[in-house]
């Protein structure tokens, strides 16, 4: 004999528990309620001024820096050859060229000597090096010629100084980038 008696939201609630409807309601609140929105793995939302997302079944904020943080991410076997990357260092810099761990980067460059098509390898290599530092030196040309260079702060007691580069011909450090991009191509080419 039952020396407790069930009220109908204890039934409604073990209904729900039979059912695996968690979070289902089991009485009836007066005031204010928050609608809510069923969110599935990888939906992006705005709430409170910022970007959620849900990922593996957890709701995150996303950030600008997440693109920083995946290209970052180093795993920690690899997704070549399924072989743990625990060769520190060497394998962190291997992964961030190559996206593969030491040991294949070694097996793959070994088969190009072995073919002969390593130096074409390495040119390639170099080249990209080479287009990326060009890239860069347009974007430091960019910035000088709209003149982000000249910067203000304030100063802890409160006075705004302007930091201006001060004997600097902006002018011919521009030429002198131009003739800098002008000889990485010339290096491309040839």
Request: proline fraction near 2%; hydrophobic fraction near 30%; aromatic fraction near 6%.
């Amino acid at each position: 004999m039952l020396k407790r008696e069930f009220k109908t939201r204890d039934v409604q609630r073990m209904r729900n528990i039979l059912t695996k409807d968690y979070s289902a309601k089991t009485s009836v609140q007066v005031g204010y309620t928050k609608e809510n929105t069923d969110r599935k793995e990888g939906d992006v939302w705005e709430e409170n001024g910022k970007q959620w997302t849900i990922k593996n079944g957890i709701k995150i904020t996303v950030t600008k820096l997440d693109i920083v943080k995946k290209a970052l991410h180093i795993p920690l076997i690899c997704p070549v050859c399924h072989q743990p990357m625990n060769k520190g260092r060497l394998d962190k810099i291997m992964y961030s060229i190559h996206k593969q761990c030491s040991d294949c980067v070694i097996k793959h460059e070994t088969e190009l000597k072995r073919q002969g098509k390593f130096e074409e390898y390495q040119q390639n290599i170099n080249k990209q090096s080479i287009v990326y530092h060009i890239k860069e030196a347009e974007n430091i040309l960019l910035k000088l010629s709209m003149n982000q260079y000249d910067k203000s702060f304030v100063t802890e007691a409160g006075d705004i100084e302007s930091w201006k580069g001060k004997g600097i011909n902006s002018e011919k450090l521009i030429q002198d980038i131009q003739e800098y991009i002008k000889k990485l191509k010339d290096m491309i080419i040839s």
